[in-house]
T-cell receptor
Framework: DADVTQTPRNRITKTGKRIMLECSQT?????MYWYRQDPGLGLRLIYY???????NKGEISDGYSVSRQAQAKFSLSLESAIPNQTALYFC???????????????FGPGTRLTVL | TQLLEQSPQFLSIQEGENLTVYCNSS?????LQWYRQEPGEGPVLLVT?????EVKKLKRLTFQFGDARKDSSLHITAAQPGDTGLYLC???????????FGEGTQLTVNP
């Protein structure tokens, strides 16, 4: 079984629609992240959460919102999707509570989102 | 502003050749990680380097952290088609802090 799962894996939507991407993890990690990946730009951080009651903006949070429903679940919403939000979206987890402390991250398989 | 710059952006070589990928910054990082990403999948952690001058080896892959902890390199010896993928470096500027990713190097190893 995958440790970090994302749903859906692919989504095509229209401009103005509300979209939710979901992430679940069975690793027991406290920290969760949402990134988007665009060609030539690497991974850019959208939002991150250090625990259930903690939400932090990343580099590119405008147009996005998140919800940490439980330690294992972190969802990303696009309230009104626009074409330049077309990208690959990745959820990641890390555990800094007792391991290396270097924030080594474990990624889900990604969601390919296309906004027409 | 991209804090971590990777070069080259694209690299296509023949099986058996050696290659080096670079990750450079003007900023100091407390640790630096290398990930490999294959099509349709998320990045997978290869290694973390934390000490200036540190060298780590993972089979045919050799990772080095610069003495000043501002840069890193990944050297692959005798590349194989299975090494094909997007290689990403990522730096942390403090223990447990969020990561900054480079743009990635897309490596293709042709049989």
């Amino acid at each position: 079984d995958a440790d970090v799962t994302q749903t859906p894996r692919n989504r095509i939507t229209k401009t103005g629609k509300r979209i939710m991407l979901e992430c679940s993890q069975t690793k027991g990690h406290d920290r969760m992240y949402w990134y988007r990946q665009d060609p030539g730009l690497g991974l850019r951080l959208i939002y991150y959460s250090f625990d259930v009651k903690d939400i932090n903006k990343g580099e590119i949070s405008d147009g996005y919102s998140v919800s940490r429903q439980a330690q294992a679940k972190f969802s990303l919403s696009l309230e009104s999707a626009i074409p330049n939000q077309t990208a690959l979206y990745f959820c990641a987890t890390s555990d800094t509570s007792g391991t290396s402390g270097y924030n080594e991250q474990f990624f889900g398989p990604g969601t390919r989102l296309t906004v027409l | 502003t991209q804090l971590l710059e990777q070069s080259p952006q694209f690299l296509s070589i023949q099986e058996g050749e050696n290659l080096t990928v670079y990750c450079n910054s003007s900023s100091v990082f407390s640790s630096l990680q290398w990930y490999r990403q294959e099509p349709g999948e998320g990045p997978v952690l290869l290694v973390t380097v934390v000490t200036g001058g540190e060298v780590k080896k993972l089979k045919r892959l050799t990772f080095q952290f610069g003495d000043a902890r501002k840069d890193s390199s990944l050297h692959i010896t005798a590349a194989q088609p299975g090494d094909t993928g997007l290689y990403l470096c990522a730096g942390a500027r403090g223990s447990g802090s969020r990561l900054t990713f480079g743009e990635g190097t897309q490596l293709t190893v042709n049989p």
